[in-house]
Nanobody, 124 residues
Framework: QVQLVESGGGLVQAGGSLSLSCAASGRTFSTSAMGWFRQAPGKEREFVAAISGSGRITSYADSVKGRFTISRDNAKNTVYLKMNSLKPEDTAVYYC?????????????????WGQGTQVTVSS
């Protein structure tokens, strides 16, 4: 497994930006595909974005496409989520996740390591 620690959440006004980071340790980072998920109160955890082990391939939920960017720095064992044009409906706890193998997935069950989550609140 991989140990994951997220940072960078906070409170921002609608239309603003936030950047999340997720530092990983344990399994060789470059062999792990990474994902960001979020969970709003009373809702199921949902896919936000994912990136392959090499960083060459990314995927986004339709709700964030064009506004969020996932990236990774394998030399720093860190994955990032840059969030622009934030909306109140983006308010949630954001989780970083890792899965063994270079190919990413979009469902929670295919990830074997999770961070503790970081709160993102977007005010209207």
């Amino acid at each position: 497994q991989v140990q994951l620690v997220e940072s960078g959440g906070g409170l921002v006004q609608a239309g603003g930006s936030l950047s999340l980071s997720c530092a990983a340790s344990g399994r060789t980072f470059s062999t792990s595909a990474m994902g960001w998920f979020r969970q709003a109160p009373g809702k199921e955890r949902e896919f936000v974005a994912a990136i392959s082990g090499s960083g060459r391939i990314t995927s986004y939920a339709d709700s964030v496409k064009g506004r969020f960017t996932i990236s990774r720095d394998n030399a720093k064992n860190t994955v990032y989520l840059k969030m622009n044009s934030l909306k109140p409906e983006d308010t949630a706890v954001y989780y970083c996740a890792a899965r063994q193998g270079p190919n990413f997935a979009k469902i929670t069950q295919q990830y074997d390591s999770w961070g503790q989550g970081t709160q993102v609140t977007v005010s209207s």
